[in-house]
């Protein structure tokens, strides 16, 4: 399994952005998928994870302010980032199964 993560850049407090990844080779339907993201400094942690019965998981940190979400008829999820902080700041990478993409920087400007 192939990923491209996009949407990455750099945001105002407050701001949005919305991640997608695509999934090339595999049977996406049947992954588990979640996006990851890694501070400076700081370990990897778990932003949000749907499995393939669409369970749905957050990082007590997103705090009602991100939504994952799938579609399975593209291969591709998404991460819609809402009132993002500074402390958002990472780089977030898109994993399905066991494979991991390469990763997308989101900077949020004070």
């Known amino acids: 399994v192939q990923l491209q993560a996009s949407g990455g850049g750099l945001v105002q407090v407050g701001g949005s952005l919305r991640l997608s990844c695509v999934a090339s080779g595999g049977t996406f339907s049947s992954y588990g998928l979640g996006w990851y993201r890694q501070a400076p400094g700081k370990q990897i942690e778990l932003v949000a994870s749907i499995s393939s019965a669409e369970i749905i998981k957050y990082g007590d940190f997103v705090k009602g302010r991100f939504t994952i979400s799938r579609d399975n008829a593209k291969n591709t999820m998404f991460l819609q980032m809402d009132s993002l902080e500074p402390e958002d700041t990472a780089v977030y990478y898109c994993?399905?199964?066991?494979?991991w993409g390469r990763g997308t920087q989101v900077t949020v400007s004070s």
């Open positions: 994993v399905v199964a066991t494979f």
